[in-house]
């Protein structure tokens, strides 16, 4: 029928100089979404034209929430003629134009299921994930505001279109690297039924004081014994100029740690603590709001696994941060691997490892 599909980027820079329909995928997950649906959204101006968006949720905190919840419509507006939006499953479940003369409509994983969708199966998918990843996931439920260590809309800024912005990175090449020195994290989660799972991130480390970290490459490993994923992180060692190796030395972390140390006598064993913990939060926080961490956007697990750190405080009234370890859980491993690989960089070196030392 003539028509014609043009394939944008999620920047305010190049989404625009068309006209036609516009769908944008996935808008809870990118940063900046005010500006971009203000440009993007310009080029679906004409009579007839439409303005599609639909994703999966992500938090009540991003920019997009506001849109979605009537919020942004109500803004401004005097208390008289704000109106009501009800984004319930249950009013929106079957679609329903709301007073804002937006269509909006809600479909979980069951209601697919519950009209014929036989693809996919929800028990097995029940039960790799938590009850609060399924619900975010599945459910079409966010994730709610003040319960994160890391601030979602900053951690979506640290987002790059690898392919475009990263010229070294060749992610299918046998060194995907070439010779830059990467440093790798692991983070074991002994929940699993089916053997062991863990998490491993490989990270470009910066080349010179205060340069970035870029998140290249990220494995999340379900039913393997501890053997197959010590094999699984020796093997790393063929493919990248690997400098650093950080293991988290709970559950079968000791036990991998061992494995691989015999092929990379340098990595290093670290023993979780309430301290211990707070300072790997602490550092990737310093990294994030600096703007020295990168990933690639396709990684949506990273800004999961993330938004999966909470702030905690211990019986002993000790502040730290932990996620849920309960079976299935696995999305916040990402997170601590991709710590336990910045911290080689401790607090306090960003510029190099020059110290001062004053006498008395």
Known sequence: NGAELHFLGTSAATAQSYTGNLYF?????????????????????????????FSTPSAESHEAYPFWSGEAFNKGRSHGKRVEFDTSWKTLN???????KIWRQIVTLQDAVDH????????E?????????????????????????FDYNMLLSCGADGYDEWPDWKPY????????????????NG?????????????????IPGGKFRTIETQRIRGMEFEAQAAMIINMLTRYN???????????????????????????????????????????????????WEYD?????????????????TPGGVITYDTDRARGVSHGDLAWATMLATINEPLGQEGGNTMTVMEY
């Open 173 to 188: 090449a046998m060194r995907p690297m070439a010779d830059r020195p990467v440093w790798i994290g692991y983070d074991p």
């Open 116 to 123: 014929g969708w036989d693809l996919t199966d929800i028990d």
């Open 191 to 207: 929940a699993s039924g089916k053997g062991d799972s863990g998490a491993i991130s490989v990270n470009a480390a910066p080349l």
């Open 125 to 149: 998918i029940r039960e790799e994930n938590s009850p609060e990843e399924y619900d975010n996931l599945y459910a079409c439920t966010f994730i709610k505001s003040g319960e994160t260590a």
């Open 94 to 100: 079957s679609g329903l134009m709301c007073p804002d």
């Open 297 to 313: 956007r396709g990684e949506y697990d990273l800004i999961t696994a993330f938004s999966a750190v909470r702030k905690v405080v």
């Open 25 to 53: 995928d996935e808008f809870f997950w990118v940063g900046q979404f005010a500006n971009l649906k203000k440009v993007a959204g310009a080029m679906a101006t004409l009579k007839g034209l439409t303005r599609t968006y």
């Open 242 to 292: 690997v400098q650093h190796i950080g293991i988290d030395g709970s559950s079968i972390g000791e036990a991998v740690y061992q494995l691989v140390k015999k092929r990379f006598p340098a990595a290093v064993c670290y023993q979780f603590s309430p301290a211990s913990k707070r300072m790997l939060v602490l550092k990737m926080l310093q990294l994030v709001r600096a703007g020295r």
